[in-house]
């Protein structure tokens, strides 16, 4: 069964830290553009965080970065493990929010560069993992 499994969410003060995982499960995520969204209670989905698939010459997992999160998080593959991870790090109260992880098995062949044009269009999503960060 292809899926993406999102863990590792919780509680955590101002200025804590928590690592998300991303597993996939029925392919290979070095194959595939992996992003990172999170969505608030009453606000749209924002794209947090993507990295390019890396498995060939073409693609070399260059990462990207919402403003927003920049120099706070970092996002990473184990291709062992099948897992994209996403350390956050500083976290604030408006970082709460629920966090998923998505590709598509024809718009993650891109990179992140191109993906960004279709987050609309992205077929396979987790079920999300709740951050709450207290102030």
């Known amino acids: 069964q292809v899926q993406l499994v999102e863990s590792g969410g919780g509680l955590v003060q101002t200025g804590g830290s928590l690592t998300l995982s991303c597993a996939a499960s029925g392919f290979s995520l070095d194959r595939f553009t992996i992003v990172w969204f999170r969505q608030a209670p009453g606000r749209e989905r924002e794209a947090v965080s993507c990295?390019?698939?890396?498995?060939?010459?073409?693609?070399?997992?260059?990462?990207d970065y919402a403003d927003s999160v920049k120099r706070r998080f970092a996002i990473s593959r184990d291709g062992i493990k099948n897992t994209v991870y996403l350390q956050m790090s500083s976290l604030k109260p408006e970082d709460t929010a629920v966090y998923y992880c998505a590709t598509d098995h024809v718009f993650g062949k891109e990179d992140c560069s191109v993906i960004a044009r279709r987050y609309d269009d992205l077929g396979l999503w987790g079920q999300g993992t709740l951050v709450t960060v207290s102030s």
């Open positions: 990295v390019s698939r890396n498995d060939d010459d073409r693609y070399d997992g260059t990462t």
